[in-house]
């Protein structure tokens, strides 16, 4: 089991002024920020990041949204790092998030969903090699 995850602090959540708390909440939890940038990714950008829902109804949506303003993107380790991470954040869907996860507090919908988090310690490394060189990281 890898001790890293993947996250990105989404473009609702950065536009709202959630950046501080959100890295807070993350921060306080237990994992450590191993690389961070603030960025804002083109479309085609978007596209390639999420290519594995490509043909899912809402990948347009979700193309758009991902490009439409700027997002914290970061590797974070902890022991459990993936299952961890997934549960301080909670349900894809804020409406069936726990109380107190970070969706639950600062997410609108499930496409708006304030944050990602890797979904195995396979795409962790995978999305993790999206954003940041080897120099980037520690
Ligand atoms: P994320 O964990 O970043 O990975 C894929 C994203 O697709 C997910 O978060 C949601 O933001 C988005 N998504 C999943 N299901 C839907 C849906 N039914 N409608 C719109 N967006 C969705």
Same mark, same amino acid.
């Given at each position: 089991?890898s001790n890293r995850?993947?996250?990105?602090?989404?473009?609702?959540?950065?536009g709202?002024?959630?950046t501080? &708390?959100?890295?807070?909440?993350?921060?306080?939890?237990?994992?450590?920020?191993?690389a961070?940038?603030w960025?804002?990714?083109? &479309?085609?950008? &978007?596209?390639?990041?999420?290519?594995?829902?490509k043909?899912?109804?809402?990948y347009?949506?979700?193309?758009?949204?991902?490009?439409?303003?700027?997002?914290?993107a970061?590797?974070?380790?902890?022991?459990?790092a993936?299952?961890?991470?997934?549960?301080?954040?909670?349900?894809t869907?804020p409406?069936n998030a726990?109380?107190?996860?970070?969706?639950?507090?600062y997410? &609108?919908?499930?496409?708006?969903?304030a944050?990602? /988090?890797?979904?195995?310690d396979?795409n962790?490394v995978?999305?993790g090699?999206f954003?940041?060189? /080897?120099?980037?990281?520690?």
């Amino acid at each position: 089991m890898s001790n890293r995850t993947f996250t990105m602090i989404k473009p609702d959540a950065t536009g709202k002024g959630y950046t501080g &708390a959100i890295l807070d909440q993350i921060i306080n939890a237990g994992f450590a920020i191993k690389a961070m940038k603030w960025i804002k990714l083109s &479309a085609e950008q &978007a596209g390639k990041f999420y290519e594995i829902h490509k043909e899912r109804p809402f990948y347009g949506e979700l193309v758009e949204f991902m490009s439409s303003g700027p997002i914290v993107a970061a590797i974070l380790e902890k022991e459990n790092a993936v299952a961890d991470f997934r549960t301080l954040i909670g349900a894809t869907n804020p409406a069936n998030a726990a109380e107190g996860t970070i969706r639950k507090k600062y997410a &609108a919908s499930v496409g708006e969903n304030a944050v990602h /988090g890797s979904d195995s310690d396979e795409n962790a490394v995978i999305e993790g090699n999206f954003f940041f060189s /080897g120099l980037e990281r520690f």
